[in-house]
Each structure stands twice: as C-alpha cells, then as structure tokens.
C-alpha cells in the first residue's frame, strides 16, 4: 500500500472556486427580496402589535370579566374607569400599529398564501375596532368619567354587562388576525 503525501491530495483536489461554478445559483431578479423583508419586517411589528391587544382581551376575557360580575357598582365603576382611562390612552399605538403594519404586509407579500392570511388578519382586526369603537369605547368613557368624578352611574352594571357581551367577540377576532399574521411570517 502507497502512502499518499497530503500534498498529493492536495494537488488532485480541483480549486474551490470549480465547486462553486457547479452550484445553480438563484437569480436575484426572480427573487423580489426587498419585498420579502419588508413584508417579513411588516408582519412582525404586526404580530406584537396584535399580541398586546390579543393578551389584553384575553386577560379581561378570562379574569376581569368573572371578577367584575362579583364586585360592587361603585368598585367596578371607579376600577374599572381607571383601568379603561389607562387602555383608552395607552393601547392605541400598538392597536394602530398592528392594522397599518397588517396592510403593508399584506401588499407587499409576494406569496398567495400569505396574502390570503394577511387578507383575514387586516379583516379581523378592522372588525375589531368597529366593535371596539362601537361598544366597548363608548362604555369606556363613561366608566372613566365615573372614575374622574368619583361617581357611581346607576345603569354600571348593565354598562359592564354590555361591554363583557363583546370582549369574547374581541379575543376571537385578535385570536383570527394572529393566525393570519403567522401565515405572513411562517410562508
């Protein structure tokens, strides 16, 4: 048996760079990567924007809805005002942020199936804040003029009743966008 020199296998080995003529390369023309990115970019301020909305309406769904039907008029009327007095001033930004962000996604995808997705998640999120502005804002305010004045409307229960009737609504809507934003970020 010949014992072979490493620089013998060194020598037969053909350069790197024949390897690399072999190899197809994508042409970046076919390729829209700015599109991509942006709409990858979009799709992800999308999905934490949506997050927080999603997490808030799922908490007040699961745990301020129940511990509000127990308390008092006057407890839910000045927690609650304040509670909605912070919401009211603090989770627009990123409520905003994840429906402008959803539509720049959903046009700049250049995949079908991501469209589509971001397509249902722009028409969730849309739905969303007409039920908010429609039904949750309204109550809203009035529970946080209750709070400022330190005052107990007569009608807060039936204020509270209206406004816990749609935040199951609320969830499953932000819960519909999410999905349709990962199909952004996932295809």
């Known amino acids: 048996m010949r ?3 490493v620089t013998d296998c060194l020598t037969r080995v053909p350069p790197h760079s024949a390897y690399i003529r072999d190899i197809p390369q994508p042409h970046t023309k076919d390729i829209p990567l700015v599109m991509n990115t942006l709409a990858d970019t979009a799709a992800l301020i ?3 924007g949506a997050a927080i909305i999603y997490g808030t309406d799922v908490f007040c769904a699961l745990v301020l809805r129940p511990a509000a ?3 008092s008029d006057a407890s839910v009327a000045d927690l609650l ?3 909605h007095a912070y919401g009211d001033r603090r989770l627009p ?3 905003v942020l994840a429906i402008v962000a959803t539509a720049l996604a959903t046009a700049t995808d250049d995949s079908t199936p991501a469209r589509i997705g971001g397509a249902v998640a722009l028409a969730a999120l849309l739905l969303w804040l007409a039920v908010y502005l429609r039904i949750s804002a309204p109550i809203n305010k009035r529970l946080r003029a209750a709070a400022a ?3 107990v409307p007569a009608d807060t229960r039936q204020l509270q009743q209206r406004w816990d009737s749609v935040i199951w609504t609320r969830a499953l809507l932000q819960t519909m966008a ?3 934003l990962l199909t952004i970020v996932l295809i």
Do not use: H, K, Q, Y
Request: net charge neutral; glycine share 20%.
């Open 46 to 48: 999308a999905v934490l």
């Open 93 to 95: 930004v990123p409520g």
């Open 178 to 180: 999410l999905a349709g």
């Open 69 to 71: 039907s127990g308390a």
């Open 81 to 83: 005002g304040r509670v």
């Open 149 to 151: 004045d330190r005052t």
């Open 3 to 5: 014992e072979v020199a």
